[in-house]
């Protein structure tokens, strides 16, 4: 088998690939926020995965049958992409490497989310458009499978606040629990099928392949603070998000002729998005593509996917 560790910014996460490439284990530990906060320091977020990591791998008793180790080394696969957190899985997973013998192969955190945003399914072989959207991330980007996992590059994106960060600063705001996403999300379906009834709907701030959040979130607290329905309040989030989405993603589509869309990250599991998406992409001629939802955000399967990638291209 295949082991995969991940330490993000919210999540501690494990998981376990057979050579068949079935998932044999998936365990993960959301890392603690305080009540009102927004997020965690980086000091905080490590001293937690020191906590979470022997707690999780010593449920595997996998030793024995272990193949390699795939680690996140980094946020993104750039030379100057760095986060504190990532040091803690990658020091574990050294350490069994040289413990056990095992190879271990270091990539980043985006990588592990596109190849999990495949499965169950083979990865696509030729170059496609993805959207990496999550509490700290809302990037489109031109993807192109090679030997050694993926060449990124980026085309356009979020200018200030995160698709995931909208969410969590207005489910503070309603009082819900950090990371909001889930709970904003259960209060948004409850109107969801009235949506055509909203009189109003949240701006939406597109140029070219850039949008921005801050404006909408600006005009969603103004509804917060007038008392408007917590559910059509949430709704609109969601509702303002998609339609941002889909007109980035039609000027990246008519720029550079690639009409296979991935959506990877936590915000890509939400279910309004991913509706709204599949229905206007349809009748634009797009095909948006999600893997599973509980697979959308931070896990460690992605990981030692690639790592079977990797050891099956050996052979």
């Known amino acids: 088998m295949i082991l995969g560790l991940d330490t993000s910014c919210y999540t501690t996460s494990v998981a376990l690939i057979s050579l068949a490439g079935e998932i044999i284990a998936d365990q993960r530990s959301i890392l603690q926020v305080p009540k009102g906060e927004r997020g965690l320091r980086q000091s905080d977020a490590v001293f937690q995965h020191i906590q979470n990591l022997p707690r999780l791998v010593e449920t595997l008793e996998c030793q024995k049958q272990l193949s390699g180790v795939v680690v996140s080394s980094r946020p993104r696969p750039l030379p100057d992409s760095y986060m504190p957190v990532f040091k803690v899985g990658v020091s574990y997973g050294e350490f069994l490497g040289r413990l056990l013998q095992l190879p271990v192969l270091a990539t980043s955190h985006q990588e592990g989310h596109l190849r999990a945003g495949f499965f169950p399914g083979e990865a696509l072989s030729d170059p496609f458009l993805a959207w990496h959207l999550s509490g700290g991330t809302t990037e489109l980007l031109l993807v192109s499978p090679d030997k050694s996992g993926y060449r990124i590059e980026k085309l356009g994106g979020s200018q200030d606040l995160a698709a995931g960060q909208f969410v969590d600063r207005l489910g503070v705001s309603l009082g819900l629990p950090f990371p909001a996403g889930p709970h904003l999300e259960a209060l948004a379906v409850k109107i969801a ?26 005009a969603a607290q103004r509804l917060v603070s007038q008392k408007v329905p917590e559910a059509e309040i949430a709704h609109q989030v969601f509702d303002c998000i998609g339609r941002s989405l889909l007109k980035v993603t039609c000027q990246g589509v008519q720029k550079y002729g690639i009409r296979k869309v991935l959506l990877v990250g936590g915000v890509a599991a939400n279910s309004i998005i991913r509706n709204y998406l599949q229905t206007k992409g349809e009748k634009e001629g797009i095909s948006f593509q999600f893997g599973r939802p509980q697979l959308a955000a931070d896990n460690a399967v992605g990981l030692a996917l690639l790592g079977w990638d990797q050891l099956n291209k050996n052979k």
């Not at 597109?206 to 949008?211: E, F, S």
């Open 193 to 218: 099928a009235k949506s055509g009834l909203l009189k109003t709907k949240l701006p939406s701030a597109v140029q070219g392949l850039t949008l921005s959040f801050s404006g909408p979130e600006s």
